[in-house]
């Protein structure tokens, strides 16, 4: 891992990640606050470009008796133009009357046009899609979701608006084709059960319909059932999606990544039930894939993955809970990714952890854009100019120039390359680490879902099952056998030592091996003590204390069954379970 410390001169700050919408392109950063789009350039110093409400609207809006905040300009969007260069599109609430607005190279072209895909006010959940911005205002296209409630969700697309029963919703992306758009979402359901959908609208004969389908990503039998985040790597029709999954559980969480093909795993699925929008058809139809990279838990140094972005097929891009940017690859489609490249990106004013990624060029060069929680910085995706001439030729995005390393889009520095060197650079610190293995489930057991569906009760006994310490560690079938004979062992030679170095009315029978027991003090007192044995999983004994009121505190060493080493206050020694040309679209929870 190469630790990186960010410069001051690439960095946007102040940022809030929780209530600002960005976006970026090429050296360009567009940030909405409030009322007005905040810009950064390359290196140069962000200024800001205002947008307010027409004073009309705001007049209007105080008549109606609403709060002089309703009134005003709030940005709630913003997102640079699929099909016009250097103009960017930002949604404003303007006095509940939204709008969208037309920036031109950064600047405020005066150009605005009332439009529904646009929320009419902050609170609203919107996700917008822009699908084009013509070269009028009034031709803007696009596709748009607004949760207003708990129980429903609107989606608006060019032809209609549809309103949808749906249970705590939650919509992650919506996919570049504006003909037929695909949804991706999470649904909570009011038993706590929570599920992943990719979705479409339809008209039938008695109205319309939202058809969704179950996205299930799993590991043999360990379901990641939470989607956190989607890209999509547009190629035509062959348009592919990679999904940062994630499990539910607050108290432990893994993360992994799933890939889904439109051609091969959703149109096969979706094209029959389009036909007569009917839902029934599929309903006992799961699209299942299984992970494409390593897991990432709560276990590991770095945490779970965060957030994913990519600009390639063959190439991703991760941030984790610990501030490590990674880069993944593999050389064809029907390759493994494997992780090449970890970079940790620190500076005092932006926060630990890495919550979104936004990859594009930068005059040529391969950038992507971090987000923390109060900055965002750019890094180039490869550092060509720190690496040496072995190093670049297997590096993507780079390759040599008269014996130099620099950066490249050329098409022999984007394919076939999977680089395992550690860059130099002038402002990092290389710190050694000992090379991850792909794993499965590790940590605490995980209770199974059933049916890729995890119910509320489950996280409820999951997290009271590790606070109490009774969780049992994952383990291969031969150590738990020998801890199970370690532990028989050690319990009747302690049953039995117990019986010739204590007091004969102080031993223990077998009815006191629990968790909970009453011990009888000497003959000499009345008084009785309550013992609670405590275990965790990353211990290997148990310790039974008597409060005694004739002889002080007193400590035993109790084995505890199935642990593999008995006596020890030692650490578990238990083994886990083992389109160059494209364009890209991520969204995310």
């Given at each position: 891992?190469?630790l990186?410390?960010?410069?001051?001169?690439?960095?946007?700050?102040?940022?809030?990640?929780?209530?600002?919408?960005?976006?970026?392109?090429?050296?360009s950063?567009?940030?909405?606050?409030?009322?007005?789009?905040q810009?950064?350039?390359g290196?140069e110093e962000?200024?800001?470009?205002p947008?307010?409400?027409?004073?009309?609207?705001?007049?209007?809006?105080?008549r109606?008796?609403?709060?002089d905040?309703?009134?005003n300009?709030?940005?709630?969007?913003?997102?640079?133009?699929?099909?016009?260069?250097?103009?960017?599109?930002a949604?404003?609430?303007?006095?509940?009357?939204?709008e969208?607005?037309?920036l031109?190279?950064?600047?405020?072209?005066?150009?605005?046009?009332?439009h529904?895909?646009c929320?009419?006010?902050?609170e609203?959940?919107?996700?917008?899609?822009?699908?084009?911005?013509?070269?009028?205002?009034?031709?803007?296209?696009?596709?748009?979701?607004h949760?207003?409630?708990r129980?429903s969700?609107?989606?608006?697309?060019?032809?209609?608006?549809?309103?949808?029963?749906l249970?705590s919703?939650?919509?992650?992306?919506i996919?570049s084709?504006?003909?037929t758009?695909?949804?991706?979402?999470t649904?909570t359901?009011?038993?706590?059960?929570?599920?992943s959908?990719?979705?479409?609208t339809?008209?039938?004969?008695?109205?319309?319909?939202?058809i969704k389908?179950p996205l299930?990503?799993?590991?043999e039998d360990?379901?990641?059932?939470?989607m956190?985040?989607?890209?999509?790597?547009?190629s035509?029709?062959?348009?592919?999606?990679h999904?940062?999954?994630?499990t539910?559980?607050?108290?432990?969480?893994k993360?992994?990544?799933?890939?889904?093909?439109?051609?091969d795993h959703?149109?096969?699925?979706?094209?029959p039930?389009?036909e007569?929008?009917?839902?029934?058809?599929?309903?006992?139809v799961?699209?299942?894939?299984?992970?494409?990279?390593?897991?990432?838990?709560?276990e590991?140094?770095?945490?779970p993955?965060?957030?994913?972005?990519?600009?390639?097929?063959?190439?991703?891009?991760l941030?984790?809970?610990g501030?490590?940017?990674?880069?993944?690859?593999?050389?064809?489609v029907d390759?493994?990714f494997?992780?090449?490249?970890?970079?940790?990106l620190?500076?005092?004013?932006?926060?630990s952890?890495?919550?979104d990624?936004?990859?594009?060029?930068?005059?040529?060069?391969?950038?992507?854009?971090?987000?923390f929680?109060?900055?965002i910085?750019?890094?180039p995706i490869?550092?060509c100019?720190s690496?040496?001439e072995?190093?670049?030729?297997?590096?993507?995005f780079c390759?040599l120039?008269d014996?130099i390393?620099v950066?490249?889009?050329?098409?022999?520095?984007?394919s076939?390359?999977?680089?395992?060197?550690?860059p130099?650079?002038?402002n990092?610190?290389?710190?050694?680490?000992?090379?991850?293995?792909?794993?499965?489930?590790i940590?605490?057991?995980?209770?199974?879902?059933i049916?890729?569906?995890i119910?509320?009760?489950q996280i409820?006994?999951?997290?009271d099952?590790?606070?109490?310490g009774?969780c049992?560690?994952?383990?291969?079938?031969?150590v738990a056998?020998?801890?199970?004979i370690v532990?028989?062992?050690?319990?009747f030679?302690g049953?039995?030592?117990?019986?010739?170095?204590?007091?004969?009315?102080?031993?223990?029978d077998?009815?006191?091996?629990?968790i909970?027991n009453?011990?009888s003090a000497?003959?000499?007192?009345?008084?009785?003590?309550r013992?609670?044995?405590?275990?965790?999983?990353?211990?290997?004994?148990?310790?039974?204390r008597?409060?005694?009121?004739?002889?002080g505190?007193?400590?035993?060493t109790?084995?505890v069954?199935?642990v593999?080493s008995?006596?020890?206050n030692?650490e578990?020694?238990?083994?886990?379970?083992?389109?160059a040309d494209g364009?890209t679209?991520?969204?995310?929870a």
């Amino acid at each position: 891992m190469t630790l990186v410390q960010i410069k001051e001169e690439d960095m946007f700050w102040p940022f809030d990640f929780s209530t600002q919408a960005w976006d970026v392109d090429g050296a360009s950063i567009y940030v909405a606050d409030s009322s007005k789009v905040q810009v950064k350039k390359g290196r140069e110093e962000s200024f800001s470009v205002p947008l307010n409400s027409l004073e009309a609207d705001v007049r209007s809006c105080k008549r109606g008796g609403n709060p002089d905040e309703s009134c005003n300009n709030h940005i709630t969007n913003v997102q640079v133009c699929p099909d016009m260069e250097a103009q960017l599109v930002a949604c404003g609430t303007n006095a509940l009357q939204p709008e969208v607005f037309f920036l031109d190279n950064a600047t405020y072209s005066g150009k605005r046009h009332t439009h529904q895909l646009c929320p009419k006010s902050s609170e609203i959940d919107a996700l917008v899609q822009v699908t084009s911005c013509g070269s009028d205002p009034a031709e803007i296209e696009g596709v748009a979701v607004h949760i207003e409630a708990r129980d429903s969700a609107k989606i608006i697309t060019k032809s209609r608006i549809f309103d949808f029963k749906l249970w705590s919703p939650k919509f992650l992306h919506i996919s570049s084709n504006n003909k037929t758009p695909l949804f991706f979402f999470t649904e909570t359901s009011s038993a706590g059960e929570l599920a992943s959908f990719v979705g479409v609208t339809c008209d039938s004969g008695t109205g319309s319909n939202l058809i969704k389908i179950p996205l299930k990503c799993s590991r043999e039998d360990f379901i990641f059932a939470k989607m956190k985040q989607v890209v999509e790597i547009v190629s035509g029709v062959h348009n592919t999606f990679h999904i940062l999954f994630s499990t539910p559980f607050n108290l432990y969480k893994k993360t992994t990544i799933c890939s889904y093909s439109f051609t091969d795993h959703i149109l096969p699925v979706l094209k029959p039930v389009l036909e007569r929008c009917d839902p029934s058809q599929v309903a006992n139809v799961v699209i299942a894939e299984t992970p494409i990279l390593e897991d990432r838990g709560s276990e590991s140094d770095s945490g779970p993955y965060t957030s994913i972005s990519t600009l390639w097929d063959n190439v991703l891009l991760l941030g984790t809970e610990g501030g490590e940017l990674i880069t993944a690859q593999r050389s064809t489609v029907d390759d493994p990714f494997l992780i090449t490249l970890t970079r940790k990106l620190t500076h005092e004013k932006c926060g630990s952890a890495v919550l979104d990624l936004k990859s594009t060029f930068v005059d040529e060069v391969a950038t992507v854009y971090v987000a923390f929680d109060t900055c965002i910085t750019s890094v180039p995706i490869s550092p060509c100019s720190s690496l040496d001439e072995d190093c670049c030729e297997r590096t993507i995005f780079c390759q040599l120039a008269d014996g130099i390393c620099v950066p490249s889009l050329d098409e022999f520095a984007v394919s076939g390359k999977v680089s395992h060197c550690i860059p130099k650079e002038s402002n990092s610190t290389i710190i050694e680490k000992e090379p991850l293995t792909p794993k499965t489930t590790i940590g605490p057991v995980i209770f199974k879902p059933i049916s890729g569906i995890i119910t509320e009760a489950q996280i409820r006994a999951q997290e009271d099952c590790i606070q109490e310490g009774l969780c049992p560690q994952n383990a291969t079938i031969p150590v738990a056998i020998v801890g199970l004979i370690v532990a028989f062992v050690a319990f009747f030679g302690g049953y039995f030592c117990g019986k010739c170095s204590l007091k004969p009315q102080e031993y223990m029978d077998d009815s006191e091996w629990g968790i909970t027991n009453t011990l009888s003090a000497s003959s000499s007192s009345t008084a009785k003590t309550r013992t609670r044995i405590k275990t965790s999983p990353s211990k290997q004994s148990a310790t039974l204390r008597s409060n005694r009121s004739d002889e002080g505190e007193t400590a035993r060493t109790i084995p505890v069954m199935g642990v593999s080493s008995i006596g020890s206050n030692r650490e578990s020694t238990l083994s886990p379970r083992k389109s160059a040309d494209g364009s890209t679209h991520e969204s995310r929870a």
